[in-house]
């Protein structure tokens, strides 16, 4: 009888506080945690109400946790768009400036991280590398990944873990 | 599994953000692994930072997602994910919450409720008992558990005139809002009568606003009967859970529609929820709210729609959340706020 919106809304008017502090701690910032928060309500109400929402609460802090990431994709692609225009730029004020990463090295630079991510990836067990590819790659739940390939959730859980934690020793 | 935190090294640390990471990807996460989550995010600075690393991380393998795919096995197949996909988001259920929650009531109302006479017995001696009437200000609110149990929550700048027959129970509100959550009693109809619709109820809780001419209703729980007033043998209108219906004066139809009762009861947790209200409504409600006259500035301004939620909480603050989410501009003045267009 409840629709997703309804739930969810109610979640949120619950949560609000909590959902703010949360994100004022993840964004160091009061301001910009409000916003993102507001953000999470006109989400909401875009949600259709026919999508089941059984868990309300932690969709709420999914949902902003996943605005937060979009927001870092964003400042990647525009760094890496003032990286090329300045390297661009620098090309046309000549040799007086010494020129420490030129985008032929980038581009050599891209190369070797993604045979790195490859390389690592590559090394763990074949499960691991599985689980990872479908929720990663394939956009799979962890249920839905558990039940593909006959183990627990908290397997799934274990296994992504494993990848982050190689990823993140091993890259710099 | 926050472990010791002050000693934790580096590795610990980073074992601990993976940890953390993987967990939040299931869709499963309950609100409270989420505030289990702060706790230790709001442990260290080193925390935070070893978090946002992985984030990091988790977005650049987006970026190389297809070069990584590609570079690994093929794909698990598409039936699969097609199969998965088709299925709206999925979740653990969630323990049922109550709605307007009774500890909200004993919390917040037992300075009023203790004052007012309660019990059946009462009841039965007031056979055509006296009119009570309860009033609160701009920028006031007031929680009254009438004589038969009924429980009112009386939003800001409205009136309510109560009077308890031995046939019904009756309650007049002809410019006001307010919650009811009403004693079951088959025998005495709890009539509410806004002076366009009269609102016939037995047991159940719901939202009423009559505001000049319009009339709103949204029902959380049970069944609401809704008449024109004084046409006492109208044939009602029946209004369930999750519905509202809502009425002009003068106009032949009344609307029914889906209604958002959390939406609705918001103001009893001190929230303002709109969606696409017209920014002339938003004034009205914050000047009945916060008890300062708040107006537009002229009927363009009026017409700006807002979305979003205002908590009110600080006068201060909600002006700049206002300011922040429409483009308007709040000045104040002596004589209150206007809200310019910007």
New interface residues.
Partial sequence: MTDARSALLAAYLERRGDLTRFFTLRLKSAAAAEDLVQDIYLRIAAVEPSVEVRNAAGYLYRLGSNLMLDRIRGERRSAARDHEWRDNHRTLIGSDEVSEDPSADDAVAARQRLAAIVAIVSELPEQTQRVFRMHKFEGLSHAEVAQALGISRSAVEKHCMTVLKRLAERLN | MTGRRDEDGPMEV??Q???W???????????????DF?TW??AAPSH?A?YA?????????????D???A???A??SLD??RA??AR???????PP?STLSRRAWLAAGAGLAASVAVGAFTIANWPNSPVETYVTAAGQTRQLTLADGSKVWLNAASRLDVRFQRGARRVQMADGEAVFDVTHDPSRPFLIDTGDREVRVVGTEFNIRQRADAFALSVRRGLVEVRPSGAPDATPTRVP??QGLSHRKGSAQAVIA?A????AF?WT?G?L?Y?AAPMNQVAADLSRSLGTPVQVADAATGRLRF???L?LDDKDALLR?LE??APVRAERGPGGVVLHRR
Avoid: I, K
């Fill in positions: 980073a074992q953000a993976a940890h990471f993987a967990r939040l990807l299931d869709d499963a996460a309950t609100g409270d692994d989420w505030l702060e995010l709001a935070q070893a690393r992985l984030e990091g991380l988790w977005v650049e393998l987006d970026e190389v997602a070069a990584v795919a570079a690994l096995d794909p698990v699969a994910r998965a996909r709206p988001t999925l979740s653990p259920p969630a919450r859970a999750g889906a958002e009762p959390e939406a918001a947790r929230q929820v969606s979305s979003g939620v908590a959340r922040a989410f």
